[in-house]
């Protein structure tokens, strides 16, 4: 006939919460996966239009690198950014926005990585107005120049001696 609780004692109760305490300290470093990779980007705000992100990871033998990008902090509209072996990309060709990177490791054992924590970019071209102005000064600049070498060459210029 199986025991009723009863019967196990009063200190039931006590080893109990002491056998608990003990599996919450030893349990999560053994449950814990292969360490997450560090994602790291060369700007947090893009005015030329273009950066480079850069992912690493120091333990284990890795197989390939996933990249995901999304619009959206929780990842909810995440697509495959880059998947294979390197270790960075340039990103280019971005509308204005803000951009979300992660990437996670497989292993050569067919295991994953946590994902790394997110990378924020924001990309801000600059205005049209500026890049006209740009173009414009540099236009002027262009054809200050041409006319300097001009003059100075047909004002340098030798002219026979009338014989």
């Known amino acids: 006939m199986p025991r009723s609780p009863q019967h196990f004692g009063p200190a039931t109760p006590v080893l109990l919460a002491a056998l608990c305490g003990v599996l919450t300290l030893l349990l999560p470093p053994l449950l814990a996966s292969a360490p997450k990779p560090d994602l790291e980007s060369t700007s947090d705000l893009a005015r030329a239009g273009y950066y480079q992100l850069r992912w690493s990871l120091d333990e284990g033998e890795v197989d390939r690198f996933r990249l995901e990008e999304a619009t959206a902090?929780?990842?909810?509209?995440?697509?495959?950014?880059?998947?294979?072996?390197?270790?960075?990309?340039?990103?280019?060709?971005?509308?204005?926005?803000?951009?979300?990177?992660?990437?996670?490791?497989?292993?050569?054992?067919?295991?994953?990585?946590?994902?790394?924590?997110?990378?924020?970019?924001?990309?801000?071209?600059?205005?049209?107005?500026?890049?006209?102005?740009?173009?414009?000064?540099?236009?002027l600049v262009f054809v200050a120049t041409a006319g300097i070498i001009a003059f100075g060459t047909r004002a340098n210029r030798i002219l026979p001696e009338d014989s």
């Open 73 to 139: 902090d929780d990842f909810s509209d995440a697509r495959i950014f880059y998947e294979g072996a390197d270790g960075a990309t340039v990103i280019s060709g971005r509308s204005n926005g803000t951009f979300h990177y992660r990437v996670r490791a497989r292993m050569e054992d067919g295991s994953q990585t946590e994902w790394s924590d997110a990378q924020r970019v924001e990309v801000k071209h600059h205005s049209i107005a500026q890049a006209f102005g740009i173009f414009t000064l540099g236009g």
